[in-house]
């Protein structure tokens, strides 16, 4: 699809396992951390978000880790499904500037 | 309640013309972005409206620039495109409740410059 570029990082899983996806961030003055889906040929859906002043936030199947010391960012999926096969991206967002900062990108792949 | 509508979904154009994009955003959002997605530089942000008013505007060049209407459509334009244009353009709308950080997306439109 056109969404996502060729040479991703590509984390490969089973159906049913767990899976963590990475992040490092640039700028510790962000607000919020956000993780978005994206599916070849659509844009990016938002996920989960976590605010700065927070180190874990869940969702259904899905948790958010903080690390500000590290400037590093963690999503996990349980369960993992094959329609959990996307490219998964962080981003950060400064609300005094509305504008989100996008991480590169994790190709995640589930196989049945 | 529809999405975010962005046309057309393709497009080709040569060097040297210009162009305009078009993003419909959700009903009552007043905040639309823009952001260009290209394999070697990723996402990038482009633009940002609100009320009509450009907020924030990424590192791009002036070729770039965009408008919002006062029913929170908005537009973007390339001038005289160059093949490094060639991309995928997002535009999100968010409603800015201090709620959510919640931002959606439109399919985005791939322009393709020969």
């Known amino acids: 699809g056109e969404s996502v570029g060729l040479h991703l990082p590509t984390l490969s899983v089973q159906e049913g396992d767990n899976s963590i996806i990475n992040c490092a961030y640039s700028?510790?003055?962000?607000?919020?951390f956000i993780w978005y889906k994206q599916e070849s040929g659509k844009g990016p859906q938002f996920i989960i978000d976590?605010?700065?002043?927070?180190d874990k936030r869940q969702g259904q199947r899905v948790t958010v880790l903080l690390n500000k010391t590290v400037k590093h960012l963690s999503l996990q999926i349980a369960a993992t499904q094959p329609g959990d096969s996307a490219v998964y991206f962080c981003a950060e967002l400064n609300t005094g500037f509305q504008k989100l900062v996008f991480g590169t990108g994790t190709r995640l792949l589930v196989s049945p | 309640k529809a999405g975010v509508t962005q046309t057309p979904r393709y497009l080709i154009k040569t060097r040297g013309q210009q162009v305009t994009l078009s993003c419909s955003p959700i009903s009552g959002h007043r905040s639309v972005s823009w952001y260009q997605q290209t394999p070697g530089q990723g996402l990038q942000f482009l633009f940002e409206?609100?009320?009509?008013?450009?907020?924030n505007k990424g590192n791009f060049p002036g070729r770039f620039s965009g408008r919002q209407f006062s029913n929170s459509r908005s537009e973007m334009n390339v001038s005289t495109l160059e093949l490094g244009d060639s991309a995928l353009y997002l535009c999100a709308s968010s409603a800015l409740t201090g709620k959510s950080t919640e931002a959606f997306f439109g399919q985005g439109t791939r322009l393709t410059v020969v």
């Open positions: 409206y609100f009320s009509e008013t450009q907020r």
């Open positions: 700028n510790s003055a962000s607000d919020y």
């Open positions: 976590i605010r700065s002043n927070m």
